[in-house]
């Protein structure tokens, strides 16, 4: 079975912070993502990867940037958390077609 | 962008029932997956159904694709407890590439 890990389940962090959230899959995919889900907003894609040090972005990228030095590991970086980026962050990984999550990070910005 | 759009947003019904929930999609896709996810957990997938398959069936899943009408439904057969979560559609509009857009979902609740 695939296995995408994500560094935390929950995370607490204050406005101007830096924040890192950490994704590691198991089953040497290309493609990995990051989302943010939020009530009545679904899924809504941040950046993805398609090989090592590639990225590109989503639809909602403002605020974020990401790091893919190895092929197993994706960051997800929040420059300077704002309040606004409290949300259910979710990793994914692809060889092709289905996804395979993680269980995700609830991210608090107080 | 929202590429797909579940109906209905909400769904309680009895153990034992069957359960349909509908996604409409804008552009011409490859394929269109279904995922399920549980409450404060990832996404899992369910079943993918290509461009030019009409249905798809796994175990008590079924899946139908009506590409004319843009349109996808999942059935779940005889529901179950278990069965209760979110269910999501999602396309790869058609881009060749391997980044999804989720519709919103679909609440599916099992009363016992």
């Known amino acids: 079975d695939v296995k995408v890990t994500q560094s935390s389940r929950y995370l607490v962090k204050r406005t101007g912070e830096k924040v890192f959230l950490e994704c590691v899959q198991d089953m040497d995919h290309e493609n990995m993502f990051w989302y943010r889900q939020d009530p009545g907003l679904g899924l809504r894609l941040i950046y993805f990867?398609?090989?090592?040090?590639?990225?590109e972005k989503g639809d909602i990228p403002e605020g974020y940037s990401v790091s893919r030095e190895k092929k197993e590991r994706f960051s997800l970086i929040l420059e300077s958390a704002s309040t606004n980026q409290t949300s259910m962050y979710l990793c994914?990984?692809?060889?092709?077609?289905?996804?395979?999550f993680g269980d995700g990070t609830r991210l608090s910005i107080l | 962008s929202q590429q797909g759009e579940e109906d209905p947003q909400a769904l309680s019904i009895q153990e034992g029932e069957n359960a349909t929930m509908n996604c409409s999609y804008k552009?011409?896709?490859?394929?269109l997956q279904w995922y399920r996810q549980n409450s404060g957990r990832g996404l899992v997938h369910l079943i993918l159904?290509?461009?030019?398959?009409r249905e798809k069936h796994s175990g008590r899943l079924r899946v139908t694709l009506d590409t004319s009408k843009k349109s996808s439904s999942l059935l779940i057969t005889a529901s179950r407890a278990a069965d209760t979560a979110s269910y999501f559609c999602a396309t790869d509009a058609g881009q060749g590439a391997q980044k999804l857009v989720f519709g919103q979902g679909t609440r599916l609740t099992i009363n016992p």
């Open positions: 552009t011409s896709i490859n394929n």
């Open positions: 990867s398609y090989d090592v040090k590639m990225k």
């Open positions: 994914a990984s692809s060889f092709w077609g289905p996804q395979h």
């Open positions: 159904i290509r461009s030019n398959e």
